[in-house]
């Protein structure tokens, strides 16, 4: 009998598994809400036009047509009769799903820290549907503010636009409005762009912190330069409709709150009953393995070893998945493991992070880089990791279509 897989997830490491399994090893299914794998590190460049939505959209069903897909969320693991609860997205309806070997790589979720109305008030930057919300809101903002009707106290707080957390969702996310604020509103709201502001907020002491000091201390340059405001040290405490609480009691009044503060786990890993680390990531072995189980793996956001703590990029979560698929490839059962493959030891290839005006940073084992060469590194570095030919073709023409003719500012 061809043992039944089951893979939870539709992200890095899920489909960088699905693409490098053997086919005819296992029966597929493979379980998420989302029916497609989303090219994230391109998100930010969505929310103001410079990328369409779809060009980094690419539907499971191609990504791996010998699978099975079944659009609904885990909610439920049952061990001892290897059955995963599924609820369906479309009348929440719940039905099992049994397994001989589960994959877990079901992400992570944007972290509140608990902070009272986060989720009410502010806009998350994990899917297309978030990014396609943030740029309605800009759209709508900026259409607002030129109603003659509208007091300036009020046009003030409707082009202000603050993003809380520096790292790199939050920088790039904020380079992106600022490009936008210097060509777009420069050219179809002249008598706004004046007004128009960006506030990062970020509760430690700089940007970027994963990043070389220098590297950023360049960003940081460039950012004050195009007139972002920074609020550093001071932790977000409370968000309303329209307003950011800070620890020093200061409140910034927005039309826009972009929340990008890092990952936290899920509901379904929270409820998983598996050892954890602080921030709620399964632990595993260097084999990809749940700890104190067999037949259960995890890879991707929602997981890292026991012993030391993996970093949550898509690079890693594109080797593990690789990583495992070769070891699925070769087992008879996952107890074999150790006979037939190496501990999985992931690499670092560096980081990368677009900061606004075609510069970028690189910050690479061998090399810091920073500037407009770094920029077109950035770009094709990007553009080589699309997952499929459409896709890379439809980011080219993005690039080339945002460039010369501008940025799409039609409001749907």
């Known amino acids: ?10 992200g890095f490491g899920a489909v960088s598994l699905l693409r490098n399994l053997s086919p005819n090893r296992y029966t597929v299914t493979v379980v998420s809400p989302r029916n497609h794998f989303l090219f994230s590190p391109l998100l930010p460049s969505t929310t ?18 010998y699978a099975t897909f079944v659009q609904a969320e885990a909610v439920g693991l049952d061990l001892s009769r290897k059955v995963i609860c ?11 799903v049994e397994y001989d070997i589960l994959v877990i790589a079901v992400g992570a979720e944007s972290n509140t820290f608990g902070i009272e109305g986060v989720r009410e008030h502010a806009f998350f930057l ?15 903002n900026f259409e607002a503010a030129s109603l003659p009707s509208v007091s300036p106290l009020e046009r003030k707080k409707l082009l ?7 790292g790199p969702t939050g920088v790039e996310y904020a380079a992106e409005l600022a490009d936008f604020f210097d060509d777009e509103v420069k050219a179809y709201f002249p008598h706004l762009v004046s007004e128009a502001r960006i506030t990062l907020v970020e509760a430690g002491k700089q940007i970027l912190s994963t990043f070389d000091e220098r590297l950023s201390r360049y960003a940081t340059a460039l950012f004050q330069r195009r007139r972002i405001t920074f609020i ?16 020093n009691g200061e409140v910034l009044e927005a039309g826009l709150i972009v929340w990008s503060t890092g990952n936290g786990a899920n509901a379904f890993v929270k409820s998983l009953p598996f050892q954890k680390d602080r921030s709620g990531r399964l632990l595993t072995d260097h084999y990809l393995r749940v700890l104190d189980t ?3 793996f995890a890879l991707g956001d929602c997981a890292t ?15 593990a998945g690789k990583y495992l698929a070769r070891l699925l490839n070769k087992v008879s059962s996952p107890s074999d493991a150790e006979k037939v493959i190496a501990p999985f030891t992931p690499k670092s290839f560096g980081m990368l992070a677009y900061i606004g005006k075609d510069e970028a940073l690189a910050d690479l084992p061998f090399l810091k880089w920073s500037g407009f060469l770094t920029w077109i590194f950035w770009r094709a570095a990007y553009l080589t990791k699309l997952v499929s030919l459409k896709n890379k073709v439809q980011v080219l023409f993005d690039w080339i279509r945002s460039r010369l003719f501008g940025r799409d500012l039609t409001r749907f």
Not at 2 to 7: A, D, E, M, S
Not at 234 to 247: D, F, I, N, Y
């Open 305 to 319: 070893f026991y012993d030391y703590t993996q970093p949550a990029t898509a690079q890693v979560a594109m080797q």
């Open 294 to 296: 067999v037949d259960i």
């Open 86 to 96: 599924c609820r369906s997205v479309f009348d929440r309806e719940e039905f099992p």
């Open 160 to 166: 202000h636009f603050v993003v809380v957390g520096g």
């Open 1 to 10: 009998m061809i043992p039944r897989l089951v893979v939870l997830g539709t």
């Open 232 to 247: 550093m040290n001071r932790p977000v405490t409370k968000v309303e409709a329209g307003k950011v609480h800070l620890s």
């Open 126 to 140: 994990k899917e297309l549907s978030d990014a396609f919300a943030i740029r309605r809101k800009m759209l709508d």
């Open 48 to 65: 103001v036009g410079t990328i369409e939505f779809l060009s980094i959209a690419e539907p499971i069903r191609l990504a791996a047509k």
